[in-house]
């Protein structure tokens, strides 16, 4: 049992799994809004053991050098590298914190945006960020079957979005790190990059936050008259290569002002965001819950 765990920040679990970290220490405390400096940070752990943290908050090492209690530091948000985490996972390593992280607790509900906006898209569903009347992508409605779609980023997500699309009749390739053979029986061709970006129509970036692949020569093969998504916590692009091929006949969605780039990005007519987390729904925060608690569980019955 901890002596003192602390959530610095809102943590997005269900009530029952709130209460369910008393379980866990002998004191707990939860803070309901984000710390707004690392002094803040500093003053909320103080002598804990133990911290959790969503992903709205970075603990970094100016903040853990001077909380020298802690042992464990739960991320309640996904951790796929410790280069895309908001925690300083190496500092924590080298003084023996524990780390841990979850994952694929939000995919389902970014498949559903990624569907339902290219559905939009195509058909001209709803209507334009300016409130005018929303017209079909080729002027005339057009299904998903047989558009050319590639995904970057071929992970759980990318995966789903994969899926999805082929379902519907789409002609799937990726590029990825590494070759899937699990995709490629599927009849999704592997591409490198920019016979990728050039190939398909329709371009969906899932990577790991701060991972950002499509430069100036990137979106010259990207091209004009493309559809472009994001799904990722943070721009897959450079910003002024971003700008330019905006200035084109192109589309563009993220979910969030943040994945997007910035809200400057807001005021683009050709910029469709709804400015909302869409992984963020009622069974996603069932599974991270669950999956949060898990993980101190596991801590426990390694000590």
Known sequence: MFEKLVAIEPLNLIPSAEKELESFAKNLTMHNDRPSSVDEIVKRIGNADAVLLSYTT???????EQCPNIKYIGMCCSLYTPESANVDIHYANSRGIIVTGVRDYGDEGVVEYVISELVSCLHGFGNNPDGTPREPWSHIPREITGIK???VGLGKSGGMIADALHFFGAEISYFSRSIKPEA???GYRFLPLKELLSENEVIITCLNKNTVLIHDTEFEHLGNRKILFNTGLSPAWDTKPF??????D?????????A????EFLAYPNVVCMNTSTGRTSQAFVRLSEKVLANITNYFKKQ
């Open 58 to 64: 970075t603990l970094g090492r100016e903040a853990m």
């Open 260 to 263: 997007l780039g910035g809200e």
């Open 149 to 151: 779609a590639g995904i």
């Open 243 to 248: 700008i330019k091929w905006l200035a084109g």
């Open 250 to 258: 192109n589309r563009v969605y993220c979910d969030t002002a943040i």
């Open 184 to 186: 490629e029986e599927k």
